[in-house]
């Protein structure tokens, strides 16, 4: 049996057929349906969805709806004095509400994703973070509304990395839903 620790990303080549998948997936099909639009027998799909979930070539995760729960959500961006950018993500990343911190080059050097109840744990945040060595300055923003992203358009930025990144023989061309529902 395949383990994550398994998957080795560099040795993993994905085909047209993987690409298809993909898409599918990223559609919200599930395996029995895939397994018949693409007419391929179901083991083949569920063996290589259980290979892309396990490289991690998409993401699949449940993130609650703060807003509904009545959590307010935002945006920390964080400037640094000195370059010690993945200690400090890391120290962040371990502070309560913190949903997701990432590097960033160009305007600020950490962005983190954050949850808070009212303006004084937002306050008590900040003010930890402030508080950590080579941390310049801190601006927050606050989710009011998120605008979803078209799956159409998800799908067109993947097309477009696949087309210019493989190489030929693996190339897939041609418009993704005309290729693949056809």
Known sequence: MQTVSSIDNDKLKFDKVDFKIITLLILGYHNKKISSTLK???ST???RT???LL???INQEYIPNFKILGIKKGILHIYLR???LKQRADTIS???GILSVSIHVGNSDIIAEFVYDNSECLVDIISEIKHMQGIEKVNWSEEIYKVPSSKENILKSLK???TDN???NNKYDGPVRDKILS
């Open 40 to 42: 391929i027998p179901l």
């Open 82 to 84: 000195d370059g010690s």
């Open 160 to 162: 477009k990395y696949w």
């Open 50 to 52: 259980r290979i892309i």
């Open 45 to 47: 799909i569920q063996r």
């Open 166 to 168: 493989n190489n030929n």
């Open 94 to 96: 371990k502070l309560d």
């Open 55 to 57: 490289s991690k070539i």
